[in-house]
C-alpha cells in the first residue's frame, strides 16, 4: 500500500521494520526496498521479493555518520580512514556509496558473504526520519525486480513488485534520478564500480586522482552490480549512436530523445530528457520516461546517447545496460 508519510504511516514503517518485514522508502537517487540490515532474515526477503542473486550485495543505508562505526570494521588504515572521512564530509547525505571493510555485526547475506559492505547517508527527509526514528541502519537496494528498470516514484515501485511489499512510504518523484555512483576504498587505490548520481568529475576533483570506470563483468563476484545488461524496460531498447535523422524511426516505436528534436521524425510517441540539454534534469527523468515508454507496449524504444560528462556517464551507462539485456537474449527480469 501507498501512503503518505504522516505520522502514522512512520509509525507503522517502524514497526514493520521492527517486525522484520520490508518498506519501500524514498531516497534522493530512487526508491528503496528497505529492511533492518541487522536482521539476516528480513534481508534474505529482500531477495526474494526482488528475485535478486544472491551474490549481488545490498546498500546499508545510514541517518548520521557516526553510525559508520556500528558498520565497518574496527582498524581501517589511516589513509582509508583520511579519505573515508573526507568524502563523507563533502558529500554526505548525497548520492555517493562507499565499500569499506565491514563490520561483523553486518549480516553475510547483505554483503554477498565479502568482507566488504557498501554504505551511504541518503539524502532524503523520509528515509532520515525512518532510522532516526529506529535508531537503526536500513539495507536497501532500489525497490525493483531484479534487471528491470528502477522506480523514481511510489508508483513504480507499487508496479514493479506488486502488494507483497505491506508498505510503500510516499517521498514524491526523486530529485536525482539515478542511483548513488559506489565508489570501493576497501583497495589499495579507489575505485568507481558504478558510476551515478555524484559525478566523476566532482569525485576527482575531491580525490585529486583521475578515477576510471571499472570494467563490466558478468562473471566476476569480487564486482557485483556491474553486470553488463541491467536497468532494462520489457520493450527492447537501443542505444543510438548519434542524435536522430531526418525521417528515422517508424510508428511502431518510440524515442527516447536528449533534447527536443529539430528534425521531422517518424515516432510514435517521443520522451524528451530536459529542454535545454541540462544532465542532471535529464538524469531525474531517466527512469520515469522510460517507465512511461515501456507502458505503451511499443515494439521497440530508441534511445539517443547523452554527452559523457557530469552526469551523462551514469545515463550512458544505464541505457548500455538496458540495451545489452536484449542483445545477449537473457533479459535479465
Ligand atoms: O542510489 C542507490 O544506491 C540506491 C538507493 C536505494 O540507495 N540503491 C541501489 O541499490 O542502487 P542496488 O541494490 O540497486 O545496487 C547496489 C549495488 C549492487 O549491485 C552492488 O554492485 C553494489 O551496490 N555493492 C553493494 N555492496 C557491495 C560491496 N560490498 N562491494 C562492491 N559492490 C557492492
Ligand atoms: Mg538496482
Known amino acids: 500500500m501507498i501512503r503518505r508519510p504522516d505520522k502514522a504511516a512512520m509509525d507503522e514503517a517502524v514497526r514493520l521494520i521492527l517486525a522484520g518485514e520490508l518498506v519501500g522508502m524514498p531516497t534522493e537517487t530512487v526508491y528503496g526496498l528497505a529492511a533492518d540490515a541487522f536482521n539476516a532474515k528480513a534481508c534474505a526477503m529482500i531477495f526474494e521479493v526482488k528475485a535478486r542473486p544472491s551474490f549481488d550485495p545490498l546498500i546499508v543505508h545510514l541517518a548520521q555518520p557516526d553510525w559508520l562505526e556500528r558498520v565497518i570494521a574496527p582498524g581501517l588504515s589511516v589513509e582509508t580512514r583520511r579519505v573515508a572521512e573526507l568524502l563523507a564530509r563533502r558529500f554526505w547525505p548525497g548520492p555517493l556509496t562507499l565499500v569499506l571493510p565491514k563490520a561483523d555485526a553486518v549480516p553475510g547475506i547483505v554483503t554477498s558473504g565479502m568482507d566488504t559492505v557498501a554504505v551511504r547517508i541518503p539524502d532524503h527527509p523520509v528515509a532520515l526520519a525512518l532510522m532516526q526514528a529506529l535508531n537503526r541502519p536500513l539495507a536497501a537496494p532500489s525497490a525493483n525486480r531484479f534487471g528491470a ?60 586522482i583521475t578515477l576510471p570506470v571499472e570494467a563490466d563483468s558478468t562473471e566476476n563476484p569480487l564486482a557485483p552490480g556491474q553486470l553488463k545488461s541491467h536497468y532494462a524496460p520489457a520493450t527492447r531498447l537501443t542505444l543510438l549512436g548519434h542524435s536522430v535523422n531526418e525521417n528515422e524511426g517508424d510508428e511502431n516505436a518510440g524515442l527516447l530523445a536528449f533534447t527536443p528534436l529539430k528534425v521531422r521524425h517518424r515516432y510514435a510517441h517521443v520522451e524528451i530528457l530536459s529542454s535545454d540539454g541540462n544532465l542532471a534534469e535529464a538524469a531525474a527523468r531517466l527512469f520515469e520516461c522510460l517507465h512511461r515508454l515501456d507502458a505503451m507496449k511499443l515494439a521497440r524504444i530508441d534511445a539517443e546517447a547523452v554527452p559523457e560528462t557530469g552526469l551523462g556517464l551514469a545515463i550512458n551507462d544505464r541505457l548500455l545496460k538496458a540495451s545489452r539485456a536484449f542483445n545477449s537474449q537473457q533479459h535479465p527480469a
Open 149 to 208: 528498470l528502477s522506480p523514481t516514484r511510489a508508483e513504480h515501485v507499487l508496479q514493479g513488485l506488486g502488494p507483497v511489499v505491506p508498505l510503500i512510504l510516499d517521498g514524491g518523484p526523486c530529485s536525482i534520478g539515478v542511483e548513488s555512483s559506489i565508489l570501493d576504498l576497501s583497495r589499495s587505490e579507489p575505485r568507481l564500480l558504478r558510476p551515478g548520481g555524484l559525478s566523476r568529475e566532482l569525485l576527482q576533483d575531491a580525490l585529486n
